[in-house]
Each structure stands twice: as structure tokens, then as C-alpha cells.
């Protein structure tokens, strides 16, 4: 029986391409690497960003990487985190889970501060009972390590939990741990990644979530 949903944020709740790429691309330009275009760095969106310098600059240096996302976090937070916006039917698909009575968790490899400084800015915090990130020294950055956190302080059942969203670190770290896993198709993972992952759902859009975690609400009702 379902009741609890844990929701990714980039590319499952909001569209940060623009915010995060730019930012992406003022540090590589601030420390003199080759310029990415915005295309180029899609892949960047979801996974721990330390992880995607380290690809991006071909170094394993921290002091490099502590530069890099120095830099990052300095444009983020002045604009970088509002060039954003959440997808169309987010807070339709919002209002009929919490309707259902679900308990709803954010669950982002984005530092806890960012992602609940966006949710706020979109109005988004009421829908959540609770929102966790990693830490800004890179702790939970690990989608696994974050769902296990989780799962502690919540005091979840795992196989009442379904985690939603867009990238294979979602669904990957969701099985690990024995959860329902849900993919959407409308954010940043390739067909391929999510098809690889194997996913228990696949949906198409926010409405399609609604409508699959509704279902289980009359469910749970009826029984």
C-alpha cells in the first residue's frame, strides 16, 4: 500500500536548464576552460555537480574542483537558482497527491539551502513534509546515501515509498533501498538511461503521476 511519494527537483519538478548551465558555463570561463554550450551540458543536470567538474575539467584536484563549484555557487545564488521555472502541471499534480493524502518528500542531490529557497520562490513548499538535499560540503550528494537518510529520519517503509523522477540515479538509488521507483519522461534522462535503469512506471507527464498516485489513494480508501 502507497503513502509516501519522495519527488527529484531538477527535471522532474522544475526546468533549471538555463540557471544551472550558465552557471556551469561562468565557472568553466572563470577558471580558463574551453567553453560548453548550453546543449552540451544537459548531462550535468541531476547528477552530484563535483562529479560533473571533475568530467568537465578532466581532474581530480580538489582544490580545482572546490574552485569550480566556488564560482558556480557564487552565480547561483545571486541569479542562477531563479532562471528556472516548474513544469507545467507540477502544482496540479501537487494538489491532487496531497489531496489523496499522501506524505510528500523532496528528495535532491542540490545543497538543502538552494532547493528550499526554489520550492518557496514557486510557492512549491506547502505540498512537502519535508525537504532534503545534500550539504554544501558535498554530504548526501549520493542519491543513495540521501534516500537512505531519508528513509531514518522519516521512519519510512520502503516498499510504501515510491520515489519519482527524471535521471537513473533516482531509480537506481530507489531500488537499492527496495522503494517503488517511477521515471518521467519529460526531463533531462535520455531514453536509453531511464530504459537501462528499469523503472517499475514510466510517465509521460506530471498529470500522469497525479492520476497513477490518485488511483492508489481509492485504493488505499477502499480498503
Request: proline share 4%; aromatic share 10%.
Amino acid at each position: 500500500m502507497l503513502s509516501n511519494i519522495l519527488f527529484d527537483l531538477d527535471g522532474t519538478l522544475t526546468d533549471p536548464k538555463d540557471g544551472i548551465t550558465r552557471c556551469i558555463q561562468f565557472s568553466l570561463d572563470q577558471l580558463g576552460a574551453d567553453h560548453r554550450t548550453s546543449a552540451a551540458l544537459t548531462w550535468c543536470i541531476g547528477p552530484p555537480l563535483r562529479g560533473s567538474f571533475s568530467k568537465l575539467l578532466s581532474t581530480a584536484d580538489d582544490g580545482i574542483l572546490d574552485a569550480a563549484l566556488g564560482h558556480y555557487r557564487k552565480r547561483f545564488t545571486e541569479v542562477g537558482m531563479y532562471e528556472n521555472a516548474a513544469y507545467p502541471g507540477v502544482v496540479p499534480m501537487l494538489q491532487r497527491i496531497q489531496a489523496a493524502g499522501f506524505r510528500v518528500f523532496l528528495a535532491t542531490s542540490k545543497p538543502r539551502v538552494y532547493a528550499e529557497q526554489i520550492l518557496n520562490h514557486f510557492d512549491l513548499s506547502r505540498f512537502f513534509h519535508g525537504i532534503y538535499g545534500s550539504h554544501l560540503d558535498g554530504r548526501l550528494s549520493e542519491k543513495e546515501d540521501l534516500l537512505d537518510h531519508i528513509i531514518k529520519s522519516e521512519h519510512l517503509v520502503s516498499e510504501q515509498t515510491l520515489i519519482v523522477g527524471d535521471r537513473s540515479y533516482d531509480i537506481v538509488g530507489g531500488k537499492k533501498h527496495g522503494m517503488l521507483t517511477a521515471a518521467v519522461t519529460y526531463g533531462y534522462g535520455t531514453h536509453d538511461e531511464i530504459t537501462a535503469a528499469k523503472p517499475d512506471f514510466i510517465f509521460q507527464s506530471p498529470d500522469e503521476v497525479a492520476a497513477f498516485v490518485a488511483s492508489e489513494g481509492v485504493a488505499k480508501m477502499n480498503i
